[in-house]
T-cell receptor
Framework: SQQGEEDPQALSIQEGENATMNCSYK?????LQWYRQNSGRGLVHLIL?????REKHSGRLRVTLDTSKKSSSLLITASRAADTASYFC?????????????FGQGTRLTINP | KAGVTQTPRYLIKTRGQQVTLSCSPI?????VSWYQQTPGQGLQFLFE???????NKGNFPGRFSGRQFSNSRSEMNVSTLELGDSALYLC????????????FGAGTRLSVL
């Protein structure tokens, strides 16, 4: 079963606009990660936010985490065609010491030129 | 540094056969995890190996097995293939066990006919 649920499932915007994706999870976590996947390829790590952090930035990416609501959001600013991909949140599901990431179903982002 | 290498990239098998997939982690990485990705179930954790020991296992039948060698390379095996085993199988490596950033290979796409 999936720990994370992403919303929306698909998002289509114009190049230059901002894209926001949300992730909700069910159990307590130690940290939450966001990954990107280009069509049918492997995943690329974007950002990790720990449970005691509320916001983190990396370039055009901004991630927020609200542990009281068990939710996170990923904001991509000034989108580019190359940002077209699927985006997944992944949590450690609170399993101490075990390398088990539980992924959401993902948001498919399309950037239109 | 070379990334995570998975071989083969594509595989076609028939029901009842068995298959072995290979993963070479990033040099120096000692933890290898395997995931199955399907359109219906999304990304699901199969198992993690660290120092040649299985550290964690997902909810998959015993037909799915794996191992890790002393050089950290890993293989996963699926016996008695079923149509539902058709998927993209992703391998990820990280420096050590525990929840860390994972680096993914491009995957092996398995089609079972």
């Amino acid at each position: 079963s999936q720990q994370g649920e992403e919303d929306p499932q698909a998002l289509s915007i114009q190049e230059g606009e901002n894209a926001t994706m949300n992730c909700s999870y069910k159990t307590s976590i130690n940290n939450l990660q966001w990954y990107r996947q280009n069509s049918g390829r492997g995943l690329v790590h974007l950002i990790l936010i720990r449970s005691n952090e509320r916001e983190k930035h990396s370039g055009r990416l901004r991630v927020t985490l609200d542990t009281s609501k068990k939710s996170s959001s990923l904001l991509i600013t000034a989108s580019r065609a190359a940002d077209t991909a699927s985006y997944f949140c992944a949590t450690d599901a609170g399993v101490q010491g075990a390398q088990k990431l539980v992924f959401g179903q993902g948001t498919r982002l399309t950037i239109n030129p | 540094k070379a990334g995570v290498t998975q071989t083969p990239r594509y595989l076609i098998k028939t029901r009842g056969q068995q298959v072995t997939l290979s993963c070479s982690p990033i040099s120096g990485h000692r933890s290898v995890s395997w995931y199955q990705q399907t359109p219906g179930q999304g990304l699901q954790f199969l198992f993690e190996y660290f120092s040649e020991t299985q550290r964690n296992k997902g909810n998959f039948p015993g037909r799915f097995s794996g191992r890790q060698f002393s050089n950290s390379r890993s293989e996963m095996n699926v016996s008695t293939l079923e149509l539902g085993d058709s998927a993209l199988y992703l391998c990820a490596s990280s420096l050590t066990t525990g929840v860390h950033i994972q680096y993914f290979g491009a995957g092996t796409r398995l089609s079972v006919l």
